[in-house]
Each structure stands twice: as C-alpha cells, then as structure tokens.
C-alpha cells in the first residue's frame, strides 16, 4: 500500500448526508474483476445524464452540468468533504477504490459507516472525523471559496486551511502508523502466523465440529 | 468474573491477540463468498503466492450476478458471466468448497449458509457483504468485510479489528397479527436512524425478538446494517438449536450434544454492562412503508409522508427534498396513495420459506392488479424453492400472475436483468431505497412480504391488518 504523509490539494464540498456506496459506485460496474478502472464511474448516476456501463468511456458520456465534481474548479480535487454517515450501505470496497482512482486521497465528514472506514484505510485513503458544527462551517466556506486548497498533515495530525487556520484532528495509532508506513496487512499479520495455529489447534480440540465439517 | 454480553462473550472466545493499538487479532471460523467482492482477494493471493490458511473454513457460491430465468442456455452478458467463471474457476484453482448455478442447494449466501449449517451458533462468520449481519440471529459473531480482508481471511484466518461498543435493543410485547420481523427492523431503523448504531454490535432482546421464528430473527439481523451496525446478535434458545438439527455441515451424533452444550452458554450474562440501551414496544409498531431514499425514511401504513415542518434539522429537510424531487412524491401525501408498477418478493433479508408461506397466504385466489406490470417472486436458495413447490406456494402465485423465479439477489441490487425502469415504483422486500439501487431512477418501497403481496393485488399500499380482518387469515 502507498503511504501518506502530507497532502496540499484542491478541496471538493459534496453538500449532502447518508451518501451510500450504491451512489459511489452503482452496481453495473461490479461486474468488473479487476481492482482498477472504477474512477471513471465514481458517483456515475450524479455525474452523468445518460446511463453508464463498463464498456463505455467517460468521454463518450454527457456530463450533468449541475453535478459540483463537474465543475472546473473541481478537476484536480483530492480532498472530499461531506456530511455524516458518508459511505454507508453496501461493503463494496469498489466505493474506495472508485474515489481513490477519480483522485480523492482525503475524506473529511462528521462520520462514515464501519465498513467504509476501514475499506478506506486498506487502500491509503485517509479519513478524517471532523465534529458537525465544524464540517458544516468547512463545506460553507468551501461553497463560497470554490477551489481552495488545503494542507492536510497526518504526521502532525492538522489541516492548514486556505485562510491560515489550523485544524486538529484524531485518528487511531495503529491506522496512522499502517498509512504513514504503507504497511501491508497480511504480511503483519503472517508475523503471527505460529500463533494462530497455535490459536487453531486449541480450538479443534475444544470445538471439533467447526473442523473439516464443509466438504465441496 | 465480569458480568459480560454475548458480544463480549464472543469477541473474547475468538481473539487470537490483544493489540496494544487498539486492534485485536480476531480469529474467523467462517467465510462465505460470492463472485463480486472476491476476484480481486483471489487475484492478490495469487500475485503473492499465498494459499488459502485453511480450506474447509469456506463456502462459495454464486448469488449476486446469476439470472433468475433461463439458466439452461448460456449467459448473455460476457462480462457478468467472466465473473461467474472467475468464482469457480478461483475455487478449483484453490481446492475452495463451492456450489454452483446449477446445484440445487444454491441461493443467496446469507440464506444457504445457515441452510446447509456451515453458520453455526458461536462461530465468527464473515463475507464481502454487509448482509453478513444476518447470521447474528444465531448468535454468530458474523459482519461484512471488503476485499482486501477477503483476501486477509484467505491468507491468515483472522482480522485486525476493533472491538465494537455494545449496543442493545429490547422490544417488550408481542408484534400484533399482520405485522412482521420486517416491520419491527424497519421501524427501528426510523427511531434511530442509519447511523443509530454505528461502531456498535445490536443485541436485540426482549419478548417479540424471542417470540420471532429463526427467519425472523434473520430478517431483523439482516438490517442491523441498514442500522449503521455492522453486526446484529440474538441470543441462542431452544428455537436456534432445533434449527441446526439434521443440517449437512452441522455436528451430529456425540458431538452435536457437546456443541449443544457450549451454545446453551451464549447469551449475555444478568447485568452486563452496554454502551446503550434502547427499549420499544412491540404494540407501537405498525406495518411500515418506505418512501424516500434511505431506510430510516419509513412511516406506519395508514400515514403520510411528513413535511419539511416535521423536522428541526436542516440535514433533515434536505434529506426530504431530495428524496421527494428522486421519488415523485408528494410531502404529506398518504403513502397508500403510492402508485406502484412493480412488486419484489425476495432477497436475504425476505426470501426464506416463512416469507413466501405469508405471502401466499395474501394472494391466494386473487390476481395481480391492472397497473402492476411486473411481480416477482424469487426464493432464496434452491431448496427453499423445492419446499415452497412442495407446498404448492408456486401455483399459488402464479395464478395469480407473479413470476416464479430461479434463487439469487436479483433485483435487490439488480445486477442481472431484474431491475425497474426509471420512474418505476417497486414495493419491495428487500433492503435498501437507495437512489438506483434497484435499477437507475428506479424507485424503492422498503416492506414486508404480506405487506408487499397485498401492494401487488391492489396496485396500491394497504394496510394487510385490515385484509386480515376481513378474510381471517392467518399471518
């Protein structure tokens, strides 16, 4: 996984609660096998008039003009900022990988469903929690300063804003040291892999019936 | 010893390491898979030249992408039927237990694998699908993971995770006739929102969830997700244990008295402790109606959609006017004066026997009514469809003018051809209202399945009480 230190980027306001992984990334594009190529569809049925599919190219498709990612000023966003429950609904890790492809490297909201939280961190997409009175006031200062930027900090844990102020915020220890280093998560956890079996071999002497009971 | 919840009681029986970081190292007795949030794990398994930790913890099969008509010939789209493929031919590559299109045990995997006992009481289950939940009904410690834990599941065997807080609703009284599972879940997630349980495990208690048969439970667990809560709980008793009796992957003989006896033990203990307590009353809750955008965004039958004035919260109100510009509607609209063009009776949430016995008992010698052009009945696995045939539940609605339809998500998440047209209003029993979810501009009425029968023979909502009253039958 690719760390993530510092970040100076164009911040996006998408002005709206409970915004769903279907939204994310609508359902026909998950018939892809592949991990890569899901930008291109990122909030598809916002972002688009006509009604997309895997065969179709972006450049192909009518933009809707009202759709604020479709603004100029928007076209080199990385950092997201939206309201609470962002990402809820379905586990599709598609939805990161959708936001992570279009370019976003930062998500800032009031809160974010389970799943997507961590989805996000497997694949150096950093989220950040920011309180609802604040990130009201952010997406508001956003509307009325289309394409500011901001500088986002994970070592130092603060947001620069573009008028200079200063933004603390928490997350974890363990998830901000995994995406400071790029840290692979099988290969920590295969550090224990001894004890796992260890784990394992207790448990098929205690609960015999979980072991070799599903056959093909 | 501390007093301590069955979450709790579960958490500590599978964690293989305490992390000093706040992440504990959680062994996983079970993971189901299907073909959409798994290539890409096999994918990164195969680039690392990694095996699966251990094969006989798997079940595979395919749910979300196969047609529910037709399945003798050859699937047209090329792309849905790669990743078909993709599934089967990972599970042969890796040795992965799997059951195909063309098994008669195969189904939704949150329905098939409770049917054939590979989820069993005390097991941590997980799968690519925030369905996952629904396993909880057995006191399974059972939740939805992406791909990239996928593919650690098939690595390592465990999870690096955070401890959930412990959250638990109590629903005292019994759910009157005509009113469901569905009803009790849906009206939950309106008293406490699609956040309302974030970063929690639900145990739901109390005297309705324990009068709940096991599909039921299924059903309320299911949407615990739907809840903002990654894992639903209900405490095991003699209903979950009968249950697993005679299942093909479940103990048998010696064993099954000694597996008994350790889950006569979960259930939380007299006076642990939970982050948040939450009690309602089984009397207040009606049969539910869906009529925005959100699962949270449902009122009783004999209502009507609120207005902007109803809320104090600006997030609210806009919640409301987008919902109603994406939906057509009207605020303060009676929401049995809902149109509807389409009728879903499916999915894990409701596709299980019970849900299809209920509502055949609503259509039984009634037809379809003039403005529904399309009613699909689409039953959760292979086998719950050969007891509902069984049971002549198949001639039933078909007389009547539905679609009898081979096992899958179907029109759910509407992936293969089982979709609305834009515009088109669905009451549907399945999960989520979200904008397209059932096909693009398509529009969703979450209810349960009498109450999405009953949709279907008059082409509008009504209140299945009242049918109730008049026919006597019963529900």
């Known amino acids: 996984m690719q760390a993530f230190k510092t970040l100076e980027a164009v911040v996006a306001p998408l002005d709206r609660a409970n915004v769903d992984t279907d939204a994310i990334i609508p359902k026909q594009f998950l018939k892809s096998i592949k991990r890569t190529g899901f930008g291109a569809y990122l909030f598809d049925e916002w972002r688009f008039l006509d009604a997309g599919s895997l065969d179709k190219q972006p450049d192909d498709r009518q933009l809707n003009p009202d759709f604020i990612l479709n603004q100029a000023c928007y076209s080199d966003a990385e950092i997201l900022i939206t309201k609470k429950n962002f990402g809820c609904g379905s586990s599709r890790e598609h939805a990161p990988w959708a936001l992570a492809d279009y370019g976003f490297k930062v998500i800032i909201a009031p809160s974010f469903a389970d799943i997507f939280y961590n989805n996000c961190f497997k694949n150096g997409v950093l989220v950040i929690q920011l309180s609802e009175q604040k990130v009201d006031e952010l997406i508001e200062h956003c509307l009325a300063n289309p394409g500011c930027a901001w500088k986002v900090d994970l070592e130092q844990q603060q947001i620069e804003l573009d008028n200079g102020e200063l933004l603390e915020f928490d997350i974890e220890a363990a998830r901000r040291e995994h995406l400071l280093q790029g840290l692979d998560d099988i290969g920590l956890t295969l550090q224990h892999e001894q004890l796992i079996k260890d784990y394992e071999t207790k448990r098929r002497q205690s609960k015999p019936w979980l072991y070799d009971a599903i056959k093909p | ?475």
Request: hydrophobic share 40%; net charge negative.
């Open chain 2, 1 to 475: 010893m501390l007093a301590q919840t069955l979450y709790d009681k579960l958490w500590a029986d599978h964690c293989v390491l305490k992390g000093e970081d706040g992440l504990d190292l959680i062994y996983i007795d079970r993971q189901l898979l299907h073909e959409v949030t798994s290539p890409q794990a096999f994918e990164g398994l195969g680039l690392e030249n990694r095996k699966p930790f251990r094969l006989d913890a798997n079940l595979a099969v395919p749910d979300h992408n196969v047609p529910t008509t037709g399945r003798e010939e050859a699937i047209t789209d090329p792309i849905a039927a790669l990743q078909l493929k993709t599934l089967q031919d990972n599970c042969d590559k890796y040795d992965i237990p799997f059951i195909s299109m063309s098994d008669q045990r195969q189904g939704i995997v949150h329905v098939i694998g409770p049917e054939q006992g590979a989820t069993l009481p005390g097991t941590t289950i997980v799968c690519g699908d925030s369905h996952t939940a629904t396993h909880g009904a057995f006191g399974a410690l059972a939740f939805g993971i992406g791909t990239s834990e996928v593919e650690l599941v098939l690595a390592s065997q465990c999870l690096r995770q955070k401890k959930m807080r412990n959250m638990r609703i109590q629903v005292d009284g019994s759910l009157a006739p005509g009113v469901t599972a569905k009803d009790l879940i849906l009206y939950i997630i309106g008293q406490i929102g699609t956040d309302g349980g974030t970063g929690c495990a639900i145990e739901f208690c109390g005297q309705a969830i324990e009068e709940l048969s096991i599909e039921g439970r299924m059903t309320v667990c299911n949407m615990a997700i739907e809840a903002g809560a990654r894992v639903g709980l209900v405490a095991v008793d003699s209903k979950t244990i009968d249950y697993f009796r005679g299942k093909p992957f479940a103990p048998k003989n010696d064993v099954w008295d000694l597996a008994v006896n350790e889950w006569e033990k979960l259930k939380s203990d007299p006076g642990a402790g939970f982050d948040a307590d939450i009690k309602f009353n089984a009397e207040d809750i009606a049969p539910q109606v869906s009529y925005g955008t959100s699962p949270e965004m449902v009122v009783d039958i004999d209502s009507t959609i609120p207005t902007q004035s109803d809320f104090d919260d600006v997030t609210k109100q806009d919640q409301l006017s987008n919902a109603m510009k994406y939906m057509d509607l009207q605020e303060g609209m009676p929401v049995k004066d809902i149109q509807l063009d389409k009728v879903f009776i499916g999915s894990c949430t409701n596709s299980r026997i019970e849900d299809l016995r209920d509502a055949a008992t609503i259509v039984a010698n009634k037809s379809l009514a003039k403005n529904i052009k399309l009613a699909l009945i689409v039953p959760g696995s292979g086998l719950v469809k050969e007891q509902a045939e069984s049971e002549g539940l198949d001639k039933i609605f078909i007389a009547a003018g539905f679609e009898w339809r081979e096992p899958g998500c179907s029109m759910c998440l509407a992936m293969n051809d089982d979709r609305l047209d834009a515009g088109e209003h669905c009451a549907s029993t399945s999960n989520r209202n979200f904008e397209g979810r059932q096909g693009q501009g398509g529009r969703t009425h979450l209810v349960s399945p009498v109450m999405a029968a009953a949709a279907g023979i008059y082409g509008h909502f009504v209140d299945v009480r009242d049918l109730l009253e008049v026919t006597d039958a019963s529900v």
